[in-house]
């Protein structure tokens, strides 16, 4: 049975892993800032996220239970900020191009 459980960790460790190679092949395919930072948060997230389910089903006690509650709970506060907080700055920088663009036409 520990086998089984084992294995079943490590399973969706890999599946976490092969997600996260998905995530990084988005963020280097994907054209546009918005499109690869949308590749690289959310995809990310998820990958980590499964990730850390894989390592507490590895292991079950207590002590790594709530340190991988607490890591998925930093990772689900902190990753939809810095992905606004990017998305904010390809869309002013963008705006900040129009302009410098429009200018010089006119």
């Given at each position: 049975c520990r086998?089984?459980v084992?294995l079943?960790?490590?399973s ?5 892993a ?7 092949l988005g963020v280097?395919?994907l054209?546009?800032?918005?499109a690869r ?11 980590l996220?499964t ?10 006690s207590a002590a ?5 509650g607490?890591l998925?709970?930093?990772l689900l506060?902190?990753?939809p ?5 990017l998305a904010r700055?390809?869309a002013r920088a963008?705006?900040?191009a ?5 200018r010089?036409?006119?």
């Amino acid at each position: 049975c520990r086998e089984a459980v084992t294995l079943l960790g490590w399973s969706v460790i890999s599946l976490g892993a092969a997600l996260l190679a998905v995530a990084a092949l988005g963020v280097l395919r994907l054209p546009g800032a918005l499109a690869r930072q949308h590749a690289a948060t959310k995809a990310a997230t998820f990958a980590l996220g499964t990730m850390v389910v894989g390592v507490g089903i590895l292991q079950p006690s207590a002590a790594w239970l709530w340190r991988l509650g607490l890591l998925a709970g930093v990772l689900l506060v902190t990753v939809p900020i810095a992905s606004h907080a990017l998305a904010r700055a390809a869309a002013r920088a963008d705006e900040s191009a129009q302009r410098a663009d429009s200018r010089g036409r006119a």
